[in-house]
């Protein structure tokens, strides 16, 4: 497949370390609060990647930190940490808060058919990992003590900007907003390995080091869960676009100065979710969640097939409004998939066609929208029922939209309730209309399209004719 590699700059064949195996890595959530549907964009488009990397052959190993420690309210080392927010906000301990929405991001992602990691780390089970990497970065002098903390140097660095979109101004810490210049860092891009000493004397997770009682910092968590569990060559790392400064040019950086090579071939960021408003983010306090979604009366799926009618390097905008042409697009594709009989057998070179194509549309970067459009195209392709349905389960193998349990429970609600014993008479009055509709005779078919309304049922014109459907 062509993937855009963020740190080339440009779209590349993707070849993994060793031919067939693909060892990716993917920042986990900071477990403060629930996840939004923006950092479940990220996770999301990150889930069609891993599937069709599957789909492609690749075994695959995906490997996901949890943050429970050291991510401060600055990403420039400065605030207090995420965590103890929270947990001061709840009355709660950190360790509590932690578990609560470890498992509600996880509640969430499968109810947007995200899979769960072949391994999943919290930041606070590693801290043996942090001190082995840091006192190697401390002996070859990558690393310096000063004020209490050990701070990497990224001056003994040939190259610390490999994100290089970034202007170096821009990265400079005192110029961003709210944020205090370090007076113990020697260069302003230096950042915490390990803190022992800060403003907020009251962090509520230690640890004894060879530094003294402290914490780990944010960065090295996910340079360390990574190199431990997929070791020293590493194909793709991903996460949303706000961690490609500071925080993954800070993990290349400690994670090639500890092992002295290339580390990360492919980095891959995904676009944020934006409101009218600017970037969905937890920290602005008012954002949507999954459960926002389910109270609204929407499938969580919806915001899948959402995210999936565009390209992941885009930035996406969220409305209500987008939102239900995705609700609507997606009850149509259930229904015309329910209107597939599975008669005949599959024919395998109509399937072998339809399928290249929709993995030269996901081969190209991820281009999820042409993915979906190649669905639309088995639905319209001259092939029979059969051929169809088994396209359809396949594709979603990847596309995720539960296509065919959907289409069932569409059709059990139809014969619904109590065996329908009203059904043929719904069918009979569907056919009507369609007779009607057929003749021109609009009055006709309008006044049955409230009869049924009147009867509870609703109506989906699809080319494969009309659907119906209990309310
Ligand atoms: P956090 O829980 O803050 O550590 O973020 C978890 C993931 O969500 C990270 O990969 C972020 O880059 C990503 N993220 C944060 N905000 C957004 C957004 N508005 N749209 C897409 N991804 C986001
Ligand atoms: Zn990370």
Redesign the pocket.
């Given at each position: 497949m062509k993937l855009y590699n963020s740190a080339s700059h440009q779209k590349e064949e993707f070849v993994p370390h060793d031919p067939g195996k693909v060892r990716m890595y993917t920042?986990?959530?900071?477990v403060y609060h629930f996840?939004?549907i923006?950092?479940l964009?990220?996770?999301l488009m990150e889930d069609v990647l891993e599937k069709f990397l599957r789909y492609d052959g690749y075994d695959v190993t995906r490997v996901m930190n949890i943050?429970d420690v050291g991510?401060l309210a600055s990403d420039a080392d400065t605030g207090e940490d995420k965590m103890l927010k929270g947990a001061q906000r709840e009355h709660k301990s950190v360790m509590e808060i932690a578990k609560f929405y470890t498992d509600a991001f996880f509640s969430d992602c499968e109810k947007l058919n995200i899979k769960y990691p072949d391994v999943v780390q919290p930041a606070t089970g590693m801290i043996d990992e942090y001190i082995k990497v840091i006192s190697k970065l401390m002996d070859t002098g990558y690393a310096y003590f000063a004020g209490g903390n050990v701070y990497f140097d990224t001056s003994k660095l040939d190259h610390y900007y490999v994100f290089n979109d970034h202007d170096e101004e821009d990265l400079a810490v005192g110029v961003r907003e709210g944020v205090e210049a370090d007076a113990n860092k020697r260069n302003k891009t230096d950042f915490v390995l390990w803190f022992t000493k800060s403003k907020f004397e009251d962090q509520a997770l230690k640890w004894d080091s060879p530094w003294g009682v402290g914490y780990p910092g944010w960065h090295i968590e996910c340079s360390c869960i990574s190199m431990k569990y997929l070791g020293e060559y590493l194909d793709i790392h991903c996460?949303?676009?706000?961690?490609a400064f500071p925080h993954h040019t800070n993990e290349i950086a400690q994670s090639e100065a500890y092992l002295g090579h290339p580390w990360c071939k492919y980095w891959v960021h995904?676009?944020?979710?934006?409101t009218a408003g600017g970037?969905?983010?937890?920290s602005k306090g008012e954002f949507t969640t999954v459960s926002t979604l389910e109270e609204r009366g929407y499938d969580p799926l919806v915001y899948r097939l959402f995210c999936l009618q565009s390209h992941y390097r885009k930035a996406l905008v969220f409305s209500y409004e987008n939102l239900d042409n995705a609700r609507a697009a997606y009850e149509k594709l259930v229904a015309r998939v329910a209107a597939l009989t599975g008669e005949g057998e599959v024919d395998p070179a109509v399937f072998g066609q339809y399928q290249t194509a929709f993995k030269e549309a996901l081969g190209n970067d991820l281009n999820t929208s042409l993915a979906v459009t190649r669905l639309y195209d088995v639905l319209k392709a001259d092939a029979n029922d059969a051929t169809k349905r088994a396209l359809i389960e396949s594709f979603d193998q990847v596309l995720g939209l539960d296509l065919l349990e959907k289409a069932a429970a569409y059709r059990e609600k139809q014969a619904a309730p109590a065996g329908g014993e009203d059904a043929a008479e719904i069918e009979a009055l569907v056919a009507a209309r369609t007779a009607a509709k057929k003749a021109k005779d609009w009055a006709e078919a309008d006044r049955i399209r409230d009869q049924l309304k009147e009867m509870g049922v609703e109506l989906i014109d699809t080319k494969e004719g009309t659907q119906w459907r209990r309310a």
């Open positions: 920042c986990g959530p900071t996840a939004h923006g950092n964009r990220s996770y943050t991510h996460g949303g676009v706000d961690n995904i676009a944020h979710l934006d970037k969905m983010s937890k």
